[in-house]
Nanobody
Framework: QVQLVESGGGLVHPGGSLTLSCVASGSISSFDAMGWYRQVPGHQRELVAV???????NYKDAVNDRFTISRDNAKNTLYLQMNDLKPEDTAVYYC??????????????????WGQGTQVTVSS
């Protein structure tokens, strides 16, 4: 089973930028849809962005003009470029993907397991 490890989180001032990386322990070429998600304590995990080889890209409305999801299959890595960060972006960010996962599965968080995530804190 391919493991996914998130990194790149940290503390940033409002208006700042961060780039998250999600490195897979094996090939992600068979992962059609992969996504970034976030969770605040006491709240459900939510979709941030999903990228699919066959169905394009979807973003949560609140991040649509500020975040960019991308993937490099040669490096087995998923990225999330986050610009103009706001305090409400503070959360633990997770990536996920599975062989054959569809856009719908990624949009509805239908994954069997989750990693540790990386903390993003936006504060002055």
């Amino acid at each position: 089973q391919v493991q996914l490890v998130e990194s790149g989180g940290g503390l940033v001032h409002p208006g700042g930028s961060l780039t998250l990386s999600c490195v897979a322990s094996g090939s992600i070429s068979s992962f059609d849809a992969m996504g970034w998600y976030r969770q605040v304590p006491g709240h459900q995990r939510e979709l941030v962005a999903v990228i699919s080889e066959s169905e394009g890209i979807n973003y949560k409305d609140a991040v649509n003009d500020r975040f960019t999801i991308s993937r490099d299959n040669a490096k087995n890595t998923l990225y999330l470029q986050m610009n103009d960060l706001k305090p409400e972006d503070t959360a633990v960010y997770y990536c996920n993907g599975e062989p054959g996962a569809t856009m719908w599965a990624a949009l509805t968080l239908q994954f069997r397991s989750w990693g540790q995530g990386t903390q993003v804190t936006v504060s002055s």
